[in-house]
Every structure is written in structure tokens, then in C-alpha cells.
């Protein structure tokens, strides 16, 4: 009877996908204490590192998740001959420990990264107007809008 196995690559892919889906409950989460809890407004993770940055929460879910992608490779390399005294089998598990964790790691990194990028170009993208007409020479437009255009 033969077994249904998912390749290597869908596995992989599983991996990238659940880190990046962590990240992003991460962020979620951040987002829903600043949301319910007003008082930590303007404390440690809401400040910003420099005006034209985003907060501070948004750099530590992506330190995580390059800590994530990091300490993965350092397993799977095994840069300080740790896995010396290891019979084969326990060596290969770490090896592959690693190399999982490295790939959770990376879809963090894939999802936090564009989220950063994102959010520094809204922050430092002046408000635009949008309508058919150049603006006046006083610089007002005619049909002014309170949301941000940006194209990319």
C-alpha cells in the first residue's frame, strides 16, 4: 500500500510558510496590546528609534526572526565542533533540527523585512492628493483626500 509523503520541497515550503505566519501573529499581537492598552502608548516597544522609522515592535519581531534564522544555521553548520562526541543518528537529527529552524527562520524574515520596508516608505512618503486636475498654484488641490497614494 503506498504511503502518500510530501517531497522535500513542500516541507520546506510548509516551514518558510508557518515562520512567516509566527511573524505575523507576532506583529498581530503587538498591535492588539497597543490597541487595548493604552497606557502602554509611547513606552519601549510603541517609541520610535528615530522620527522617520516605525516602532520599535516592528525591528524585535524581525530580530526574532533573524535570531531564528541565525541560531538554525549555526546548528546545521555547527561552527564549534559540538556534534564530536555524537553517534551518527543524533547527529543527523540536530543537522536537520537546524536546518528546519533555519527555514522557519528565513519565512520570519521573509514576511518582517517587506512589512518594515513597507511601513518606512508610508511614514516618509508625503500625503498626496489624488483627482484628474494638477494642483492649484497655491499648491491645494481642488479634491483634496486624507489617505496616502503611493506608487511603486
Known sequence: ?????????????????????????????????????????????????????????IFIVGGISIGEALLGLGIEEDPLKLMEKMDYRAKEQLTEFGKALRKFGEGGVLYSVPTLTHRTIVRNTPLRTVGGSPPTPAGQSETPVSGRVIKL
Do not use: C, V
Open 1 to 57: 500500500m503506498p504511503e502518500a509523503i510530501l517531497d522535500k520541497e513542500a516541507i520546506e515550503f510548509m516551514t518558510r510558510f508557518f515562520g512567516g505566519t509566527a511573524s505575523a501573529l507576532e506583529q498581530l499581537l503587538f498591535e492588539w496590546w497597543w490597541t487595548n492598552h493604552p497606557e502602554a502608548r509611547n513606552q519601549f516597544p510603541y517609541t520610535q528609534p528615530e522620527q522617520h522609522l516605525p516602532y520599535w515592535y
